[in-house]
């Protein structure tokens, strides 16, 4: 058999995902919440291991629906929200329209599915570059255009005016992907669905406590809903993940809690990384913190040789490294850590 000729040319070219587990002591690489839902997992119980899980999602579905004062015809559920990038990509096809840099499924999965993808670097403030943006909407007429706000791996959130330029001047599809939204500080993009048929707002369980669940889901016009719906695997979010999100979806002050703490520590990295001499963090809305360093690789290895667990970006925007919130524990430790770490650079470099 020849594998490499069996395969086909867009899925060879690829390169999977790179999410490997790391051995370490404090994880902060994932933009995971340090704060999980154990109480709700006791709903887990209650599920008939025979049956298929119920392929709407319906209980689940309704609480989503009153949560986010959205219809339900308005919501699809995905396995993750990678899952509806997926299905969205199967639906409208390409050209898939991106910035970059940003969150890296866009461009695999559109690849993995044969389309054209068509990448915008962001402007020297990592908002989006209008003009280039606009330009290529013209010029490539992409069936979807991807935007994350608060945007993976820079945490800044896209200017809404540029969001809102793009979405009526493209004939296409734009997800707004609001991952991170429940961390921001202004008001996402929800609201404006009733104004703009060609926007999608997707939202992920994932960031608030529930990674574990696989949950993400979309907001649009019903008729996108129904269209991405016929390419949905019947049963794709099984029945321990319904359960588990309904209890932890009621427990409302717990999740307030903990993205207010999560907020506060984001804030108090930033400041503590400021201070820090050759660290310089990237205002962030998310539940992470990039920032950018001399040796980004050497920094990287010094952290997770005390058992500190980051994202090196060094290959995405140079020099960096992306820290996730953890708990103020946790927070505190990297801090220190990183403190450490840099004041020996600077010893190195002053002997040298
Ligand atoms: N969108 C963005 C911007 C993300 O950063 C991530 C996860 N890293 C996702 C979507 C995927 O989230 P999920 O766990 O729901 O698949």
Known sequence: MNLKRLVKKEVSRLR???AKEIPCRIKLDANESPYGFG???KAAKTVLTNRYPDPDAARLKGLLS???GVKEANILQGNGSDELIYYLITTFGGPVLYPVPTFSMY???GRALGEETVEIPLDGEFDLDEDRMLR???KTKPKLIFLSSPNNPTGNCFSAGKILKIIEQS?????VDEAYQPFASEEGFLPLLKDYENLVIMRTLSKIGLAALRLGFMVAEAGIVAEVNKVRLPFNVNSFSQAVAAAALK?????QTSLRAIVSGRDLLFEGMEKIEGVRPHPSEANFVLFAVKDADKVYRSLLKKGILVRNLDGVVKGCLRVTVGTPRENAAFL???AVIMSKERQIKEVA
């Open 107 to 109: 461009g695999i999965i």
């Open 136 to 138: 290529a909407v013209r």
């Open 171 to 175: 004939r296409g599809i734009v997800v």
């Open 16 to 18: 999977a995902y790179d």
């Open 336 to 338: 220190k850590a990183l």
């Open 39 to 41: 109480p709700a997992l």
């Open 251 to 255: 427990d409302r002050r717990g999740l």
């Open 66 to 68: 009153r949560s986010f």
